[in-house]
């Protein structure tokens, strides 16, 4: 295999699923051919990923997937005690994801990479049957979780901790890289921390979205997870049920351990950044670097405008709960009260949360909106966008949507939810940005109505339409071309790659 300049650790993303993150990465590797890429691809379970989406380019020297929440073999159940100095170090680690507000030091990283997987050690036979492994969980639920039943609290601590085994696994058998990249924290995060401490190689930390607030969004709306609270309680400010606290604690620790680790952190926006200091990021370690896109890929569609807009809102992007679809439908029911002839196109995978796509067709019809609203499935943005008169985004959390700087390079205007960096992407994100004038409006989070009204103001007034469309063209043009991101990665790449020469 030839040298590796650059391992990128991934999580749920790139090769084998498709948005706006996976899309980046394939940007980011073919728009650096100088350097030798590396991927580490890390999933759930093996059946939630089919085959590869992207063909990788020719400066991917190798690939390798795992996945944490697969069987890690059969074992047979035998009386065991286990090692008294691991389950030490054990317990240190666990108290420490239990007062995430302070990382995992450099000791108890190696005390894991020493330690977890090992006969000698920790093995996970010792973790699933032995006796102090028994004491760790009673010692803890009586510490943090009496309130909570004995049998939950047992097999949550098993599946949120069992993880760590294959990460320590995965950071023992990398092969040897000049650097190691990681496009989030969470799991790819702390396998970059435990690679830098195995290989004594720079790590840089890129994120996109702040993966810790939206895994605790995921968590908070998780119908797996089932508050168990008095019927007599009716307190507004409830305790969080611990099950959900342990994940929230355990991800928290994850992305604190990433950030202390990771030698620098890039955000895409300043609010970002400013939430990574909050959630532990040294604030000198952090920087900003914006998406960037290919301008002269949307050339033939903002030349291909119409003079008035088409009656057709598109939201492009994956049918999945954060992303919203049913506001988009919703506000495409309020909007066809006026505007019968609308139509509503959702552009993007369906098959990644197909109960939720069945959710949302099953909304459609209940509003009787079939004839206005179609599913399309992935398209080629560049060719779809001429025939959309405004972009539409209502996730419910993002950082700097790629679909937005593409909606624009077309001069197509764009209504977004207040979130991430929407706002700065359609208004302005300084003086001088602002100078060039707003390309859309900003709309509430899950606010059907208001979308509604952003959306018909802009498909009923032609000249209101092509001057907000060419606004965003040139906020693009100014801010948001990719070879001004691939330079920033370049300069960074080329400093941190010289701490190994």
Not at 93 to 109: C, G, H
Not at 129 to 151: C, G, P
Not at 240 to 253: G, K, L, N, P, S
Not at 463 to 483: A, I, K, M
């Amino acid at each position: 295999m030839k040298p590796i300049d650059i391992c990128l650790l991934l999580e749920g993303t790139y090769p084998y699923v498709r948005g706006g993150v996976s899309s980046w990465v394939h940007q980011l590797i073919t728009g650096l051919p100088q350097y030798n890429f590396y991927l580490v691809f890390i999933g759930g379970c093996k059946s939630a990923y089919g085959e590869q989406y992207y063909q990788l380019p020719d400066n991917v020297v190798g690939i390798e997937k795992h996945f944490l929440m697969d069987h890690h073999g059969l074992f047979t159940p035998r009386p065991r005690r286990g090692k008294k100095t691991a389950f030490n170090m054990w317990q240190s680690v666990i108290e420490r994801f239990k007062r995430p507000e302070e990382s995992l030091s450099p000791e108890l990283l190696q005390g894991l990479l020493d330690n977890l997987g090992k006969q000698q050690g920790l093995s996970f036979s010792d973790f699933l049957y032995s006796e102090r492994s028994w004491e760790v969980i009673v010692d803890l639920y009586y510490q943090h979780a009496q309130q909570q039943s004995f049998v939950d609290y047992f097999w949550t601590f098993r599946h949120v901790y069992s993880p760590l085994f294959t990460l320590v696994k995965i950071a023992e058998n990398l092969p040897k890289a000049r650097m190691f990249h990681s496009i989030s924290t969470g799991y790819a995060g702390f396998l970059g921390a435990l690679a830098k401490q195995q290989q004594s190689a720079p790590f840089l930390l890129t994120e996109h979205g702040i993966y810790t607030k939206e895994r605790k969004i995921d968590l908070t709306q998780a119908s797996w997870i089932k508050d168990r609270h008095s019927a007599l309680d009716t307190s507004i400010h409830k305790k969080m049920e611990q099950t959900r606290q342990t994940w929230i604690d355990f991800f928290e620790q994850l992305g604190r351990t990433a950030y202390d680790r990771a030698d620098e952190i890039v955000a895409l926006y300043e609010g970002n950044r400013q939430r990574q200091i909050h959630d532990g990021a040294p604030a000198e370690k952090t920087q900003i670097i914006v998406n960037g896109i290919n301008m002269a890929r949307f050339s033939e569609a903002y030349d291909a405008r119409l003079v008035a807009p088409p009656k057709v809102a598109g939201l492009i992007g994956r049918v999945v709960p954060i992303k919203d679809i049913k506001t988009f439908i919703r506000a495409i029911r309020v909007a066809v009260n006026s505007e019968p002839e609308l139509q509503g196109w959702i552009v993007g995978p369906t098959e990644e949360d197909p109960s939720y796509y069945h959710e949302c067709k099953l909304l459609v019809s209940s509003l009787g909106l079939e004839d206005n609203i179609r599913f399309l499935g992935m398209q080629d943005v560049a060719e779809i966008m001429p025939h959309i008169g405004v972009c539409v985004l209502t996730s419910i959390s993002e950082a700097q949507p790629l679909v937005l700087l593409e909606a624009m390079a077309a001069g197509v205007p764009c209504v977004a939810s207040e979130v991430g960096s929407c706002r700065e992407i359609l208004e302005g994100m300084n003086d001088e940005d602002k100078a060039l004038g707003r390309c859309g409006y900003v709309t509430n989070i899950a606010d059907p109505n208001q979308t509604s009204a952003a959306l018909l103001s802009l498909l009923n007034d032609a000249r209101n339409w092509r001057r907000l469309g060419d606004n965003g063209y040139r906020r693009v043009q100014r801010f948001y071309q990719e070879h001004t991101m691939y330079n920033h990665y370049q300069g960074l790449y080329e400093e941190l790659l010289a701490w190994q020469e």
